[in-house]
T-cell receptor, first 111, second 114 residues
Framework: DVKVTQSSRYLVKRTGEKVFLECVQDMDHENMFWYRQDPGLGLRLIYFSYDVKMKEKGDIPEGYSVSREKKERFSLILESASTNQTSMYLC??????????FGPGTRLTVT | KQEVTQIPAALSVPEGENLVLNCSFTDSAIYNLQWFRQDPGKGLTSLLLIQSSQREQTSGRLNASLDKSSGRSTLYIAASQPGDSATYLCAVRGDWDSNYQLIWGAGTKLIIKP
């Protein structure tokens, strides 16, 4: 079974803090994705990566950056957290044209 | 631009009923379509993936069909159980997209009443 883990299930941070969300997968998948999910807006793609050190912007990259130094790990960084970044963050992985597999999610609250 | 719609947004049915969830998309040039399940406050679980060349896929009590020409997919759940209560999302990958991005529907929240 594919296993995708995220560093925290729940996280509370203050406005202006730098926030790191980490995602680790154990299946050697090339592609990794970060989404945020908000009520009424569905899933929106923030960034994705199709190889180590490669990254591409998704639909809503503003206020975020990513890092992929190793194939199994894809980090999402909020440089200066703001209250409008309060959301559920979901990491996913994929190999080629096969299914996307999701982690359990991190519910981030920025106060 | 591809748009994916799921109607209804919410559905409540008694236990034991067979039911159908709908997913429609505006551009028939898709590479594949995937159905997911999401339990409250949790991540997504992949249920079924249908490639564009396929008409349907089955897994246990679930059957997903795909009609590219009409831009529709349905997820059929047989003999529903309270444990099937969740939000069901569909997502399509376009033929044009070499980066494997998915276009998502907003989901159907399903409640199975005991």
């Amino acid at each position: 079974d594919v296993k995708v883990t995220q560093s925290s299930r729940y996280l509370v941070k203050r406005t202006g803090e730098k926030v790191f969300l980490e995602c680790v997968q154990d299946m050697d998948h090339e592609n990794m994705f970060w989404y945020r999910q908000d009520p009424g807006l569905g899933l929106r793609l923030i960034y994705f990566s199709y190889d180590v050190k490669m990254k591409e912007k998704g639909d809503i990259p503003e206020g975020y950056s990513v890092s992929r130094e190793k194939k199994e790990r894809f980090s999402l960084i909020l440089e200066s957290a703001s209250t409008n970044q309060t959301s559920m963050y979901l990491c996913a992985t994929k190999q080629g044209s096969r299914e996307q597999y999701f982690g359990p999610g991190t519910r981030l609250t920025v106060t | 631009k591809q748009e994916v719609t799921q109607i209804p947004a919410a559905l409540s049915v008694p236990e034991g009923e067979n039911l159908v969830l709908n997913c429609s998309f505006t551009d028939s040039a898709i590479y594949n379509l995937q159905w997911f399940r999401q339990d409250p406050g949790k991540g997504l679980t992949s249920l079924l993936l249908i490639q564009s060349s396929q008409r349907e896929q089955t897994s246990g009590r679930l059957n997903a069909s795909l009609d590219k020409s009409s831009g529709r997919s349905t997820l059929y759940i047989a003999a529903s159980q309270p444990g099937d209560s969740a939000t069901y999302l569909c997502a399509v990958r376009g033929d044009w997209d070499s980066n494997y991005q998915l276009i998502w529907g907003a989901g159907t929240k399903l409640i199975i009443k005991p």
